[in-house]
């Protein structure tokens, strides 16, 4: 029978925890600045697309019309799953599992 080893898992910075409130801040304190800079950027966009969009929701999608926009509503889903990425993977950057 093998005998299976535990991996040990890297430490994480400190700073690391930056990216949960704003996700990428922790690449760039951690030196890993175009990983970081381009995350940030992206949250800068979805902040932007919410701050524009929001009051216009209806219109995007077509709900308050007789016809669904189907292009809207894509567009509305994909920004729910691109803000969920964004701080799922800084909650799973600053919580490391071992995968054997």
Same mark, same amino acid.
């Given at each position: 029978?093998?005998?299976?080893?535990?991996?040990?898992?890297?430490?994480?910075?400190?700073?690391?925890?930056?990216?949960?409130?704003?996700?990428?801040?922790?690449?760039? /304190? #951690? !030196?890993?600045?175009?990983?970081?800079?381009?995350?940030?950027?992206? =949250? *800068? $966009?979805? @902040? %932007? &697309?919410?701050?524009?969009?929001?009051?216009?929701?209806?219109?995007?999608?077509? /709900? #308050? !019309?007789?016809?669904?926009?189907?292009?809207?509503?894509?567009?509305? =889903? *994909? $920004?729910? @799953? %691109? &803000?969920?990425?964004?701080?799922?993977?800084?909650?799973?950057?600053?919580?490391?599992?071992?995968?054997?």
């Amino acid at each position: 029978m093998k005998r299976v080893q535990a991996r040990e898992i890297a430490p994480v910075p400190p700073q690391a925890h930056a990216g949960w409130v704003w996700p990428g801040l922790g690449h760039l /304190l #951690t !030196g890993d600045v175009v990983v970081g800079l381009a995350t940030m950027t992206m =949250v *800068v $966009w979805l @902040a %932007l &697309a919410a701050w524009v969009g929001g009051p216009r929701l209806g219109e995007i999608t077509g /709900l #308050t !019309g007789t016809r669904i926009a189907l292009h809207g509503v894509v567009a509305v =889903v *994909v $920004w729910i @799953a %691109l &803000a969920i990425a964004c701080w799922t993977i800084a909650w799973q950057r600053t919580r490391p599992v071992v995968h054997d």
